[in-house]
């Protein structure tokens, strides 16, 4: 079992619609929760993060937590084709040191 | 603030030849990780620092990989020998544990795009 497991994709989406993005976790003791946004060619960069458990809503963008479940989720509302991107889940493990496992990420494509 | 900077952006070598990969951190952070990404194994984290001092390196795939940080700005990565396995983008990222900070968050470089031959 992968430490972090995501849905590879392409997960494709009509522009203005609601993608869903999700990703679940093996370690119960992990803390912090990170969503990746990497466009193609290019590095990674931070668009949300949660600690707890619940709803964080940033913008077109809502990080769900659920610890009891070990899932956490990306909602992207009013999807735009500049949103088309790998998404990495990224989890801390929380045991001091910051040492942080990625997904694989799952492809995001918003169709114009 | 420029970011955190990678040098070279890509490098093509032959089987053999010793690698060196280089990345500034962004001034004040006091942690620095060194991430190899390919289609099949996505984005791994090879090891890191915390105050120039590697904390875990339990990533490095083997004793050909070797990482310094002789001080707060500055860091390499180094192949020897190097192999076609190890074609892949590497990035460099850090973080910081000021106050103000947001906690475990890492700003990664543009990558250095390495291809074996």
């Known amino acids: 079992q992968k430490e972090v497991e995501q849905n590879s994709g392409p997960l494709s989406v009509p522009e203005g619609a609601i993608a869903s993005l999700n990703c679940t976790y093996s370690d119960r003791g992990s803390q912090s929760f990170f969503w990746y946004r990497q466009y193609s060619g290019k590095s990674p960069e931070l668009i949300m993060f949660i600690y707890s458990n619940g709803d964080k809503e940033d913008g077109r963008f809502t990080a769900q937590l659920n610890k009891a479940s070990q899932y956490v989720s990306l909602l992207i509302r009013d999807s735009q084709p500049s949103d088309s991107a790998t998404y990495l889940c990224?989890?801390?493990?929380?045991?001091?040191?910051?040492?942080?496992?990625f997904g694989a990420g799952t492809r995001l494509f918003v169709k114009a | 603030d420029a970011g955190v900077i990678q040098s070279p952006r890509h490098e093509v070598t032959e089987m053999g030849q010793e690698v060196t990969l280089r990345c500034k951190p962004i001034?004040?952070?006091?942690?620095l990780f060194w991430y190899r990404q390919t289609m099949m194994r996505g984005l791994e984290l090879l090891i890191y620092f915390n105050n120039n001092v590697p904390i875990d390196d339990s990533g490095m795939p083997e004793d050909r990989f070797s990482a310094k940080m002789p001080n707060a700005s500055f860091s390499t990565l180094k192949i020897q020998p190097s192999e076609p396995r190890d074609s892949a983008v590497y990035f460099c990222a850090s973080s910081s544990t000021l106050a103000g900070a947001v906690a475990d968050t890492q700003y990664f470089g543009p990558g250095t795009r390495l291809t074996v031959l």
């Open positions: 001034s004040g952070h006091d942690y």
């Open positions: 990224a989890v801390n493990r929380g045991t001091g040191g910051f040492k942080t496992i």
